[in-house]
């Protein structure tokens, strides 16, 4: 059944859009800003995995906690060294520290451009084989890409609900203000934050490189992703973004099979067209009202 | 406007007057003629970003559509150049306000995407209509807006832009229109409940700033007489921005100042041509953490230290 | 309605999420009377101004205002009309100067544009006690003035009705003085008022009549005596109580 298998492989990469939308609209939610540097965070990882892999032989997992390690690092520095500054300037810093995201953007993406040069590298997969369910054929390539998605957004959540930080970066994302008078220390939660959200991009960066090759423009495509997924799921929601993510990978694996593979990348822009005719705030107050609608029916 | 204001601005305009008469060396010419479009766009992007407060990052799209509009006219209806350019800007124009529209409801941040989405749909909606635009391949055999090939009438023609846009620019928000537009960057919702509609001024100063960013690409067409769908990416978004965050935001002169600052330091250091996209961004970061008032800013600074050393 | 009213609400009610901010408020006021709204933090006075400035449009009910049902306006038309507004935490435009702040609303605020005077911005600075201030930015203002700035900005557009929301809050007892000679003059040139305050000794003072908001219903509205020896609101203010009312006075 063709369907079914397309309708797979939609879920795998979804689970990847996923991700890559939770650490763009997780950053939005507390701080208020588009991280424009976003996509070369990945970028970065991408880069790392094939040194590290292709180059120094090391395991996949140690790869991994490498790269999250790496560009959590990254990401924290990167809020400290240059957000903070433009954030301590004056009360309407969004704005500018957006600025300063897209000049960070183009300053990484040319810096590697010049050290690393343009080609395209990369390496063929991870995992050779599929597994045969009879009706879908499942590398396990992919099955790898979906389990550490899964578990990746699983640990994030159980993050965000169950720990203390979670609790803390829910009050930063809801009320500022109150959240500073509750005793939270909003510094350490921005840093925190947006190391976090370079993390979570750096899965994606390892596990698709594979997929998307490496080179220095490659962080263009999980900006896009991250765009259209946040405006699906709606700017700031989590849920919204996790269930954007999934739905964008499963229309864009549909779209390629069955109009036109030329049309995959079409099918985010489509989707932000759509969403900002119909639905401006996302899906994500209409997942709110279906939620009350099923809890007091 | 004091003595010293003036002086420095005649001084300025007979730099920009004069020396192309005095240089006839056509390359230095050409810089001339970038350098004046781009003083055009960064002043019309600062009064959507830097007056308003509405940024948008497909900027570039508007130019493109202004070109391939006008040069398409004028290669397959022979009109008069002049009305090609206008009917380029005015759909650009139009297409500005139309995208604005959903805009208006949502937060800043949805509108900074979707003005970016577009720029990217427009450039390769611009790429793949190859029956109309010839894609990547570009269009070219465009009719030149002046029939001789004297680069001075096209450099005093877009400077004639320039003074012009930048005379209506001052008119505009020396007037009421100019304090509704401040007013509404303020505080939006108390410029709503003292009476202004913020969502026209919206529409308006996007259909303002687009139709300019048109008029400008169809005199860049009609120039260059060769255009690719090159002409929408987000890369000149990104440079008009930084010339004018860079000359100073939220002033008249400093995009000018900026525009042409970033062109001709970039042929100064024209072994840095590789290195200009990372310049650009080093700007970026700069400007706005280390000196976010630009270079009009550092020059009103100097004035008033100077000022106080005189005394 | 009667024809005596200067706004009307009927059934007014606005939700944000789950949370049903205003449910079915209804009331007239009558044009020349002072009216405060009082209630206990987060009964919905604020969200109350916003509709009828406009700024929130209600889910239900309907909004009229001299005669013209202005639910579906825009808050810049209904201010053309002949509402004014200030805000609970106070928003001038910083940084313009206090006679730009005015000019704003004299261009733009009144049903037909007029070209505005010196003597008219003068004229309204010295109203309100600001003339000295005239060309000072906003924002280098102290509190106590930014309100009376916001207050002349209000007054530049002309309003028949003027919704001050807590301008005294966060004056000393002097300031509150003022505010209360500057309440009463601009009353006396045939303004409507609507206050939302929470500082008792001006509701008291000042009211015509008094409305009572709690949870987003209306509790009471009645003359301020009658108001405050109301057993509803008193325990609404003070928790229920099993002592007399009179006992505790």
Known sequence: ?297 | MTRRDFTLLVGFACLILVIPLVVRNEYFLHLFILAAMFANLAGYWNLLDGYLGLINFGYAAYVGIGAYTSALLAMHFSLPIPLCMVIGGLLAGIVGVLLIIPCLRMVTFSTAIVTLAFGEIARIGATAWTGLTKGEMGLWGIPPLFPSQNKLLYYYGCLGLLVLGALMLKCLLHSRLGLAVLSTREDETAANTSGIETNRIKLLISGISCFAAGVVGAFYAHYILTITPGLFSIGYTIQIMTMSMFGGKGTLSGPILGAFALIFLGEGFRFMQDYRMLVYGFLIIGTVMVFPTGLAGAIARVKQAMGIKRK | ?249
């Open chain 1, 1 to 297: 059944m063709v369907f079914l298998q397309q309708i797979v492989n939609g879920l795998v990469i979804g689970a990847m859009y996923s991700v890559i939308g939770v650490g763009f609209t997780l950053i939005f939610g507390i701080m208020r800003i588009l991280n424009f540097a976003y996509g070369e965070f990945y970028m970065l990882a991408s880069y790392g995995a094939f040194v590290a892999y292709s180059a120094l032989g090391l395991p996949l997992w140690l790869v991994l906690i490498l790269m999250i390690l790496a560009l959590f690092g990254i990401g924290a520095a990167t809020e400290r060294s240059l957000i903070k500054p433009v954030r301590e300037r004056s009360m309407d810093w969004s704005v500018p520290v957006i600025m300063v995201t897209l000049g960070l953007q183009i300053v990484l993406q040319n810096l590697v451009l010049l050290l690393a040069g343009g080609t395209y590298q990369g390496i063929s997969a991870y995992l050779i084989g599929s597994l045969d369910l009879g009706w879908i054929l499942i590398s396990y390539e992919r099955l790898l890409i979906l389990g550490v998605s899964l578990g990746l957004l699983a640990a994030t959540w159980f993050l965000i609900q169950k720990t203390k930080f979670g609790l803390a970066m829910l009050a930063v994302s809801q009320n500022k203000e109150g959240a500073i008078l509750s005793g939270i220390n909003l510094q350490r939660i921005y840093t925190l934050s947006f190391g976090l959200s370079a993390a979570l991009v750096a899965v994606p960066g390892v596990m698709l490189m594979p997929l998307l090759y490496v080179y220095p423009t490659v962080g263009q495509v999980p900006i896009m992703k991250a765009f259209a997924v946040t405006l699906l799921g709606g700017m700031g929601n989590i849920q919204g973004a996790i269930i954007g993510g999934f739905v964008l990978g499963i229309s864009e694996t549909l779209a390629s099979a069955y109009i036109s593979s030329l049309m995959k990348d079409g099918v985010a822009f489509a989707f932000m067209i759509l969403i900002l005719i119909f639905y401006p705030a996302g899906i994500g107050p209409y997942l709110q009202q279906l939620r009350q609608k099923v809890i007091r029916p």
């Open chain 3, 1 to 249: 309605m009667s024809s005596e009213a200067i706004l009307s609400l009927r059934e007014v009610s606005k939700s944000f999420g789950g949370l049903k901010a205003l449910d079915t408020v209804s009331f007239d006021l009558d044009r020349g009377q002072i009216t405060s709204l009082v209630g206990p933090n987060g009964s919905g006075k604020t969200t109350l101004f916003n509709c009828i400035s406009g700024i929130y449009t209600p889910e239900s009910g309907r909004i009229h205002f001299s005669g013209r049902e202005v639910t579906s306006y825009s808050a810049a038309r209904r201010c053309k009309m002949g509402i004014g507004r200030t805000f609970q935490v106070v928003r001038p435009f910083l940084k313009m100067t206090c006679f730009e702040n005015i000019l704003v609303g004299w261009c733009f605020g009144q049903e037909k544009y007029q070209k505005p005077a010196a003597s008219d911005a003068d004229g309204i600075l010295e109203f309100v006690g600001l003339k000295d201030r005239k060309h000072h930015q906003a924002g280098e203002l102290r509190l106590a003035e930014r309100k009376r700035l916001e207050i002349a900005r209000a007054l530049a557009t002309q309003p028949k009705l003027l919704l001050l929301d807590e301008v005294a809050a966060g004056l000393n007892p002097v300031e509150v003085q003022q505010v209360v000679t500057l309440l009463r003059q601009i009353h006396q040139q045939g303004i409507t008022l609507l206050i939302v305050e929470h500082v008792m000794s001006l509701v008291m003072d000042i009211s015509d009549r008094v409305i009572v908001l709690n949870e987003g219903k209306k509790l009471a509205d009645d003359q301020p005596e009658y108001v405050s020896n109301n057993q509803k609101v008193i325990e609404v203010y003070l928790g229920p109580s099993e002592l007399d009312p009179k006992d505790t006075a």
